[in-house]
């Protein structure tokens, strides 16, 4: 397997520190707002990463975080008069629904930045000791960037003269303009939390590298994780920060591998809540089935900026009908687990740095050829299986062809319409158990005004909007 290494940049071999294991820790949200669809993608991209490094047949362990601590966080609380819990809480529990709607797997660690605090003293201590952090009269606590000869390495970033000589704040304690917070001592009422520095709240940076030290470093591996995640956007500064303490605060380096996926634009401009056109996930699944939005953003390679646009959805959602309608063919028989040359393929594809390009062109050929066989004369039982063997995998893979392919297609009827179909459907059948055909034929008409159509199948009657 290939990763592309986003500091490197090029393509590495993926090899896990431990054989047969991997770790991956992705930085997850900031939870005082609705998701939009650029954390859906970057949720996406690496629930895809975990689902084909299993395949590769490693033991994964993935770990991804939810910010609870947070200036904005805050700033929402005070704005609505609620209690600071309740909002995390709230957006928390949004955020899990909605990632659950297109498919995204809940992670094996999800560590809370308010269950993080003695790590994040712990290390901040450390880089106290060593002359990599100091405090200030104000109290706060700043990492000294100059003390780290690596700095910059990460994102390769150059600072000039001017940058390293003038302070960001005149009224700055900092050693260099570069330094950057790891604990901000807070003097008014709002949140604080106690510490051996004083009472504050952490840096934004800190509480990365501090959980991923208590869950998933271990002292005896050169990398604290194999791979790193998330937005390109956090290349600089916060990956390059975290990868700093970790540096200077442990005998480890943070990852071998760092893994960016790119930005989610509206019609070519960058998704931005400071622009006023950000697209809330929830607003998307009130119109799209959520594996709809799930095929949509994962059809594009995920370094690449994805150009959001209805019309691109709407003909992303005809290539996922056609694993549908091929999935209804052949409704009722088992998976088969059968070994395929498509599956290798599908693999072999999606382990090449996850080409999605490639691999949904093998699904659109695997679709075309069993459809095209299956019109032909013949019962063509091993095709048949060898089919579901495939569209098993895919499910498995990718994500895509997890439903019941009637249900996928009542998708955009409210649950009283839906409601309605159902109960003319059971009166259908028990009219048809009497030979009641009159009955039966005048209920069929009234289901079928539903704007649907039926069918009868050996494991009972479906029903699909038209």
């Not at 990463?49 to 601590?69: C, E, H, P, S, W």
């Not at 200030?136 to 001017?162: C, H, I, M, N, P």
């Amino acid at each position: 397997m290939t990763i592309y290494d986003s500091v490197k940049k090029e393509k590495r071999e993926f090899i896990p520190q431990e054989e047969g294991k991997a770790t991956l820790y992705v930085c997850g949200p900031t939870v005082y707002d609705d998701a939009h669809l650029g954390h859906a993608k970057s949720a996406l991209v690496f629930d895809l990463l975990t689902r084909v490094l299993k395949a590769n047949g490693l033991d994964v362990t993935y770990a991804r975080n939810i910010t609870d601590i947070d200036d904005k966080i805050i700033k929402k609380a005070m704005e609505q008069k609620k209690d600071i819990k309740e909002i995390t809480d709230f957006y928390t529990e949004a955020f899990h629904k909605e990632m659950e709607a297109i498919g995204v797997a809940r992670p094996d660690i999800e560590p809370k930045a308010t269950e993080s605090l003695e790590a994040m003293f712990e290390l901040v201590q450390k880089l106290i000791d060593s002359k990599h952090a100091y405090r200030t009269a104000d109290g706060d606590v700043y990492f000294d960037t100059a003390s780290d000869s690596e700095y910059l390495t990460l994102s390769k970033r150059v600072q000039e003269e001017d940058e390293k000589q003038n302070r960001v704040e005149s009224s700055s304690a900092k050693k260099n303009s570069a330094d950057f917070a790891m604990w901000k001592s807070v003097k008014d009422n709002s949140l604080t939390f106690d510490s051996p520095f004083g009472a504050g709240r952490p840096g934004w940076h800190l509480e990365c590298s501090a959980m991923i030290e208590k869950h998933l470093a271990c002292g005896s591996n050169k990398y604290a994780v194999d791979i790193h995640g998330g937005g390109a956007d956090l290349l600089f500064p916060h990956h390059e920060n975290e990868a700093a303490q970790t540096r200077c605060g442990t005998n480890h380096a943070l990852a071998n591998y760092w893994m960016h996926n790119g930005f989610v634009n509206i019609d070519g401009e960058k998704m931005s809540k400071s622009l006023g056109n950000s697209f809330f996930l929830k607003d998307a699944l009130k119109v799209y089935d959520g594996e709809v939005l799930r095929f949509y953003l994962l059809s594009t390679h995920y370094r690449s900026n994805f150009n959001f646009n209805e019309e691109d959805l709407t003909a992303s959602k005809k290539r996922l009908d056609k694993i549908y309608r091929l999935k209804k063919r052949l409704f009722g028989l088992a998976c088969g687990n059968d070994s395929t040359a498509f599956k290798e393929k599908l693999l072999e594809a999606l382990s090449d740095d996850m080409n999605v390009s490639t691999a949904l062109a093998l699904i659109d050929e695997m679709i075309s050829s069993a459809n095209e066989t299956l019109d032909t004369a013949g019962k063509h039982k091993e095709l048949k299986r060898e089919t579901m063997a495939n569209l098993a995998y895919i499910e498995e893979v990718l994500g895509f062809g997890v439903k019941n392919p009637f249900e996928y297609f009542q998708f955009g009827l409210d649950e009283a319409t839906k409601a309605k179909i159902d109960a003319l459907i059971r009166q259908r059948d028990e009219a048809k158990k009497v030979k009641d055909f009159a009955s039966s034929d005048k209920l069929r008409d009234e289901i079928l005004a539903c704007g649907v159509s039926i069918m009868d199948t050996p494991q009972g009657t479906f029903w699909e909007r038209v």
